[in-house]
Each structure stands twice: as structure tokens, then as C-alpha cells.
């Protein structure tokens, strides 16, 4: 019986470990080549989020589109696999990279391979530390003032002069993109001073955060006094909408929200009106990377170093259809 | 039992909880109000036992384990875990209670496996509960596919929303799940098989007492334990988070239970005490994100009032406060 229980666990657990292993390893389905076209390799560093694996996808459905050739490699949140990839990308003599950069730093002598041997690389949605800029082409990002800017615009325009008391969830506490969307979104609602943030606080991006920090908020503050929430992303605020809603507030129109991302969920409580706006994060980092490297490679025309996705603001009115468009990209 | 043996050990921290709750009532007047809103009861008091709720179960199942000198850290992950499997067994079109007991049965098997690994490969626990700590996370993403999994069934969110005898369910849950326990292992001889256990696993084996299954029995407890976490925080959000369910609660669980006077070391455990220790760091979280100081405070502030917690609960400190305590609660019933 003891003989037993001990072969089954070890069995279970080598189960774990193969069920692990699998997923590291090159997508091989991806690699149908397409005569003519470019072959590009891309080191993704994991699937961790809905928006990660929209971009993932979208890279594919880009790539088909204009005929490139896509090879993905999941790096499972490792720099180790995914310098492991760039190199077997530089082995296999691919003619660019795209590299989403788990972390900044630690990156320069693997670009530099990549350099010698003759291969541009293309950041996408984050960037590294280098004191080297040439060790890559070009940097596909969103602009994440622009975006807490675009945000804080839509709320001024929306309140039209009258009086506003907001309170805001912020991201985790260091991130540079917390400390970017916040001071986008003060530089938004700047001006006459009718619009204040009485309240900020950390949900660290999660629903369940941003649904207790928010419960506090309404406690904390006076009956009727928060006029606008305002989210550094989508999931705080889809937390903050249940915890307005638990306490007998209506959001949307007692209190207005506008957060950042444009996740299918916050389109959803747009359309039912719960949620007044959002900007959108695009997942389509690749797209823009695919046309200046096809443009390189035809005529040598050399791309700026930053390509700064849009910050496109959504509202209820084509909610619907965007949820639609959405749901099965994340 | 004894009551006022009993009563001399909750005292320091039913002193700490008054200092807590002392302090929400400052960064918030109208803190003590509850108020009756639909049926539910409504106030900061209620919103610190509804939010404890979870660290309250995972400290429930840890103060065994703890107590055979052993530790699980795999909590956390076991809630993410559950409430993946609860979300994607609602998502697939089964009836709400099916998705909880498939929930708890996760939590039963993960619970298994660690025991297993503790007693039968005779593994350090830190280790052997490290393996589903970080694989954990994994297996719950599998489920989720990286996304956060939401649902709409009113029965599983009613796991966190509904509400009987003006109380949310989460609360009740956490408070049967503590009483329930105390009185298995206070009640009959088990609790001291157990402590037996972490005292001298040796010694207990020879004075007849079932060493092996009670290791087991501990781990199993707990993995239940942090299911029904898990599914209160899936349901709270009406979706599960694979990424952030349970993230780190592993350290509040045993924070908890080190502050409700169970040594690390084994021997000694109450499940009581622990459950006060979870609703004490509770009252300290929610007076922080009240308090309306800058977020970047917020750990440093909740790790300063923790050190000094511990410090005032050391042996060095304990004989003073213990008669400073009853110093006051001489003078209070005089």
C-alpha cells in the first residue's frame, strides 16, 4: 500500500514537471514559410495577462497578412530562455527579431550578436536599459503619459467646468508606468481647478484590490461627495465597479469611471453602463514593427527609435461592438 | 477547559485589535457605525471580518500544520487554483454547487499531495510545499489560460455576497470553519496528538499516537481550508485570477499564526488566537489604505506596526505587557 501511494506521487509529479516542460519549447505549428516573404523571430515573454496573448496573437494574424513568416518562442517569464532564443534565432539566420523584454537590463551581449551577425531587433511595448542605442533598430510602445493624458482629457471635457472630486486607483507602487499614468492624467485635468484627487491609493493593478481599496474610498469619504473614479487599468476598475455597486451606488452615473487598457471585461460594463470610458492599450505592437522592418529590409529606410502606438479612447456608444471584436482576441 | 488561562492569552491581542480598531476609528469618525442595508449588515467593522475572511481560513488550516512543526506555503496557490477550477466548472455549464465541491475536492487533493510528500517521502516542509507553492500558479493559469476567467452564476458569487442574519457569508464560513476546528482539537484529545506530533514526532509514535495520518490529516485540513479561500476570493470578484489569487497570503496565513502565540518551532498551536492574529493584520490593512497616507507607505507602515507587534510579544516584553494587561483588566472590572 505504502509502495503504492509512493509510485503514484512520483508519477503525478513527473506528470507536473513533462506538463511544465512542454510549454517552454518552441510553437512549431507557427513555422510555415512563405516563399519570398520575411522570416521573423519573436521572443514573448510568457502569456501571463489577456493582453499578452492578444499581442501574441496579433503578431500571428499580422504576420499572415502581410506573408512574414513568424517564429514565437515563449520565454515562460525567464531572460534566460528568452536570450536562448534570440540566439537560436540568429543560429537559424532569421532576417529580424522582435524582442518584448521581460526585464531591462542584461540585454546587451546577445543584441550584440544579433548586431554582428547582421540582424535588426525591434523592441516591443517595453524597453531596455542599454548605454549602446545601436544595439537595436527600433522600439515599438504606447505612450503612457499620453494615455493617462487621453483619460484625464475625456473627464475635464465630460464635467464641463462643474466641480469634481476623484478619487484613484493606482498600478503597483515603483512601476514607471503608475508614476507615467498618473501624471499624464494630472496634466489632463489641469486648468480651472474644478477637478480634484482627493483620494489615491495602490490596487496593484488586481480586481480584488481595486474592489477593498474602493469599498475604503466610499467609506472614507462623505455620502454623495466622489464624483469620478479614475483606474490605472481596466481590472482595478472592474473590481471598484462591483464594490460601487455592493454599496448601493450606481457607476457610470453617480459616479463616473474611466480607467486604462481596453480589456473585452471593461466593455462589457461599458455596455451595460456601468463604465463611462477607457483608453485603449493596443495589443497590435507587432503590426507597426512588421511595416518599418518591411520597409528596412525593400529600401533601407531607417525608422525612428520610438514608434508610439495610438491612445485611442473608447466610449459606451460602440462598447458593444468592441466587446464583440474583442472577446476572443484576449 | 480552562477560561481564564485562556482568557490571559487572548488578552494581549484582543489588546492589539482594540489598538487597531482604535486607530481605524481616527483615520475614519464613522468607522464603529454599522448600518442594516438590504437585509445586510454595513459598516468598517463588518468590511474588516469580510475582507479577513480568507486570511482567517488559511490561518485556521496553518495552525496545525504549524504546530507539527511543519509549515504550508502552498496556500496561496491551492486558492488560485480552486477558484480556477470553480470558475471553469461553472463556465462549462454545471450547477453551482458541482463547481464548489469540485473546488474543495482540489483543495483536498492538493492538501494530499503535500502530505504525502511530508510524511511518506519525508520531505522538509518548506520544501515539499514550495514544489505546489510555485507549480501551483502554473496548474491555476493552465486553467485559466492566462486570462481572468469570469462567470455569472449567482450561486458561486453568492459564496462572497450572500448574507444571513445580517452577516456576509465569507464571515460566517470563516467564523464555523474556526469554531468548528477549535472545538475538534480542543474538544477531544487531537489537538494534543498534534502538538505531540511537533513536539517529538518520535516520542508520539511510541505512546501510540497515529503519527503518520495525523501529518497527512494536517496538510489535507489545510489545502481545504485554502480552497474555501479561494473560492470566497474568486466569488468576491466574479472571476478567477490566477495571477493574483492568493498572491502571498501563504506569508499573511503564518504571519497571522505567529502572531496568535504558535511557535514556529512546533508543539504549540490555538486556532482562536491565530484567527485573531489574521483580523489584527486585517485592521491594520484597512486602516493604512483608509488612512488617505501616500501608497508608497503602505508596506513600509504595515511592516513597522508588524515589528513592533512581534516585539512587544517577545519573551523580553511579554511578562511586562502580560502585567500591564492585567493591570488594566483588574482595574476595568474593580
Given at each position: 500500500m505504502k509502495g503504492f501511494a509512493t509510485w503514484g506521487a512520483m508519477a503525478l509529479m513527473l506528470a507536473v514537471m513533462t506538463g511544465c516542460g512542454e510549454k517552454a519549447s518552441t510553437d512549431k505549428a507557427a513555422d510555415k514559410t512563405a516563399p519570398g516573404g520575411l522570416t521573423i523571430g519573436f521572443s514573448q515573454i510568457g502569456s501571463e495577462s489577456g493582453w499578452r496573448a492578444a499581442e501574441t496573437k496579433l503578431a500571428r494574424s499580422e504576420a499572415e497578412k502581410r506573408g512574414i513568416t513568424l517564429k514565437v518562442s515563449d520565454a515562460q517569464q525567464q531572460q534566460a530562455n528568452q536570450i536562448k532564443a534570440v540566439r537560436s534565432f540568429i543560429a537559424q539566420g532569421v532576417d529580424a527579431i522582435l524582442l518584448a523584454p521581460v526585464i531591462s537590463s542584461g540585454w546587451d551581449e546577445v543584441l550584440g550578436e544579433a548586431k554582428a551577425a547582421n540582424i535588426p531587433v525591434v523592441l516591443l511595448d517595453r524597453l531596455i536599459d542599454t548605454a549602446d542605442p545601436s544595439l537595436y533598430l527600433s522600439s515599438v510602445t504606447s505612450d503612457t503619459v499620453e494615455e493617462g493624458r487621453v483619460a484625464g482629457r475625456w473627464l475635464a471635457e465630460k464635467l464641463a467646468g462643474r466641480d469634481c472630486r476623484v478619487v484613484e486607483l493606482q498600478g503597483t507602487i515603483g512601476a514607471s508606468l503608475v508614476a507615467n499614468r498618473k501624471k499624464g492624467f494630472e496634466e489632463g485635468i489641469a486648468?480651472?481647478?474644478?477637478?480634484?484627487?482627493?483620494r489615491t491609493q495602490s490596487g496593484d493593478f488586481t480586481r480584488a484590490k481595486g474592489k477593498e481599496v474602493m469599498e475604503g474610498f466610499i467609506k472614507a469619504e462623505a455620502p454623495g461627495s466622489i464624483c469620478a473614479v479614475y483606474a490605472h487599468n481596466d481590472d482595478m476598475m472592474i473590481g471598484a465597479i462591483q464594490a460601487m455597486k455592493e454599496a448601493g451606488l450606481k457607476p457610470g452615473s453617480d459616479i463616473l469611471a474611466v480607467s486604462i487598457d481596453g480589456v473585452p471585461d471593461i466593455f462589457k460594463a461599458m455596455a451595460d453602463g456601468d463604465a463611462n470610458a477607457t483608453v485603449e492599450l493596443t495589443p497590435n505592437m507587432a503590426g507597426p514593427a512588421y511595416d518599418m522592418l518591411t520597409a528596412y529590409k525593400k529600401d533601407g529606410t531607417v525608422p525612428p527609435k520610438w514608434v508610439q502606438t495610438p491612445s485611442t479612447l473608447y466610449l459606451p456608444d460602440t462598447a458593444a461592438a468592441e466587446y464583440e471584436r474583442r472577446k476572443d482576441l484576449y | 477547559m480552562n477560561t481564564p488561562a485562556w482568557f490571559a492569552a487572548a488578552r494581549s491581542r484582543l489588546l492589539l485589535l482594540a489598538i487597531v480598531l482604535l486607530a481605524n476609528v481616527l483615520v475614519a469618525p464613522g468607522f464603529l457605525e454599522v448600518r442594516l442595508v438590504d437585509g445586510r449588515l454595513f459598516g468598517g467593522i463588518i468590511d474588516i471580518l469580510n475582507r479577513g475572511a480568507p486570511v482567517m481560513l488559511l490561518a485556521v488550516g496553518m495552525a496545525p500544520v504549524i504546530a507539527t512543526r511543519g509549515i504550508d506555503l502552498s496556500v496561496g496557490a491551492v486558492m488560485a487554483i480552486a477558484g480556477a477550477v470553480a470558475a471553469a466548472t461553472v463556465n462549462a455549464g454545471h450547477a453551482w454547487p458541482v463547481a464548489i465541491l469540485a473546488a474543495l475536492g482540489t483543495g483536498l487533493a492538493c492538501g494530499l499531495w503535500n502530505g504525502v510528500l511530508v510524511t511518506i517521502f519525508r520531505m522538509q516542509p518548506i520544501v515539499a510545499t514550495l514544489i505546489l507553492m510555485v507549480a501551483g500558479r502554473g496548474i491555476a493559469q493552465m486553467i485559466t489560460q492566462g486570462r481572468v476567467l469570469t462567470f455569472t452564476d449567482a450561486g458561486l458569487a453568492g459564496v462572497s455576497s450572500a448574507s444571513l442574519l445580517g452577516l456576509p457569508l465569507p464571515v460566517l464560513l470563516a467564523l464555523a470553519a474556526a469554531i468548528g476546528t477549535g472545538l475538534l482539537v480542543r474538544g477531544t484529545a487531537l489537538g494534543l496528538f498534534i502538538e505531540s506530533v511537533g513536539t517529538s514526532p518520535r516520542a508520539a509514535r511510541l505512546a501510540g499516537v497515529p503519527a503518520p495520518a495525523l501529518l497527512i490529516g494536517v496538510y489535507v485540513w489545510s489545502g481545504l481550508m485554502a480552497a474555501l479561500a479561494g473560492l470566497i476570493a474568486t466569488a468576491d470578484i466574479r472571476g478567477a485570477d490566477a495571477n493574483n489569487a492568493g498572491l502571498w497570503l501563504e506569508l499573511d496565513a503564518i504571519l497571522a499564526v505567529v502572531i496568535g502565540g504558535t511557535s514556529l518551532y512546533g508543539g504549540r498551536f490555538s486556532i482562536g488566537l491565530s484567527v485573531l492574529g489574521a483580523l489584527i493584520l486585517q485592521g491594520m490593512r484597512t486602516c493604512i489604505l483608509r488612512s488617505g497616507l501616500p501608497p508608497e507607505l503602505n508596506l513600509l507602515l504595515m511592516a513597522v506596526v508588524v515589528a513592533l507587534v512581534l516585539v512587544v510579544q517577545s519573551p523580553a516584553c511579554g511578562p511586562v505587557l502580560a502585567r500591564m494587561t492585567a493591570r488594566l483588566t483588574r482595574r476595568g472590572t474593580a
Open positions: 486648468g480651472p481647478g474644478n477637478i480634484q484627487i482627493v | -
